[in-house]
């Protein structure tokens, strides 16, 4: 609750495609494709399917994930979710 409280929809779904792609395991160099859809992602984070598709484009675009039959999530998705800057200061 304190994680939708303090955090963005777009950050909370940037941090699970972050864990779901096991990104700070030791297990292996690279991460792993996620398999999950939409609809799944938003009840997790707490969204809705269409807003879910709004940051998946969005971070298609910026090149934070890949998308070809499966989705790939890139070593820049975590260093847009460490730079996150308060809403504050923007």
């Given at each position: 609750m304190a994680d939708q409280l303090f955090h963005?929809?777009?950050m909370r779904l940037a941090r699970a495609l972050l864990l779901l792609a096991?990104?700070?395991n030791d297990l292996g160099p690279e991460p792993m494709p996620?398999?999950?859809n939409?609809?799944?992602?938003a009840a997790l984070i707490g969204t809705t399917r269409p807003r879910v598709s709004v940051f998946m484009n969005k971070f298609r675009k910026l090149g934070l994930?890949?998308?070809?039959?499966r989705l790939e999530v890139q070593k820049?998705?975590?260093n847009f979710v460490l730079n996150e800057r308060p809403l504050i200061e923007r």
């Amino acid at each position: 609750m304190a994680d939708q409280l303090f955090h963005s929809s777009e950050m909370r779904l940037a941090r699970a495609l972050l864990l779901l792609a096991n990104y700070g395991n030791d297990l292996g160099p690279e991460p792993m494709p996620v398999k999950v859809n939409h609809e799944t992602l938003a009840a997790l984070i707490g969204t809705t399917r269409p807003r879910v598709s709004v940051f998946m484009n969005k971070f298609r675009k910026l090149g934070l994930i890949k998308y070809n039959g499966r989705l790939e999530v890139q070593k820049a998705l975590l260093n847009f979710v460490l730079n996150e800057r308060p809403l504050i200061e923007r």
